[in-house]
């Protein structure tokens, strides 16, 4: 029953912006349509996160073939258990022991929270920033529900997240004007790409 929806795709060699679409329709009020979602708006991006946390993990020396155990569990990190986080998994089901592969593979729940739990908050909070991610700054706000997209990210910088990921961990200058001439055809301004190595290539094709 959606009614609005946003866009962005990116050339990820270059940080080109090919195509954003803010709205369905920028002149229908009834949708507030005339927000630009894309770029303004903040969402949280559900299981889109995880491979940050996983990436994370990798880091700090959990591998691919890690085992974690997809069981029903309870964390408590705070000495209160009325404030204590139970997840679930989409299917309601538990698999058992699993690889950290097969977890992010099928996106699974359980196994992503406690991929964040060990990989760390902070870990994972700083690895989204250098890969783009201009939001996600109220440390005190994010518990282990961020495995699960407990945070609110703009869509446009999750897509120069994702392009770091396609580009074995380099991040380049996102760009939606190229060029800017006058009326006499003189470029005033033009695109010129920078790139960083934001993390490393290993692990970031572990994720891949």
Not at 79 to 102: A, C, L, Q, V
Request: proline share 4%; no cysteine.
């Amino acid at each position: 029953p959606g009614t609005n929806a946003a866009l962005v795709a990116e050339d990820s060699n270059t940080g080109h912006v090919r195509a954003l679409v803010g709205s369905r329709d920028y002149f229908d009020e009834t949708i507030d349509g005339n927000f630009d979602v894309a770029s303004q708006g903040l969402r949280q991006p559900g299981s889109s996160i995880k491979p940050f946390a996983y990436l994370a993990a990798f880091k700090k020396g959990f591998t691919p073939e890690t085992v974690l155990f997809d069981v029903e569990t309870e964390f408590d990190t705070t000495g209160d258990p009325e404030r204590s986080y139970k997840p679930h998994n989409f299917d309601s089901t538990f698999r058992g022991p699993i690889t950290m592969r097969n977890a992010l593979a099928q996106s699974i729940n359980v196994p992503s929270v406690k991929t964040l739990y060990l990989a760390g908050i902070d870990n994972v909070l700083a690895l989204l920033h250098a890969t783009g991610i201009a939001t996600l700054n109220e440390r005190n706000r994010y518990g282990l529900t961020l495995a699960l997209g407990g945070g609110e990210i703009k869509l446009i910088d999750m897509i120069k997240a994702y392009s770091v990921l396609s580009q074995d961990g380099v991040l380049h200058n996102q760009a939606t004007i190229l060029s800017i001439k006058d009326k006499n055809g003189k470029t005033l301004e033009s695109y010129k790409d920078t790139k960083e190595q934001v993390t490393d290539t290993e692990h970031v094709r572990m994720v891949n």
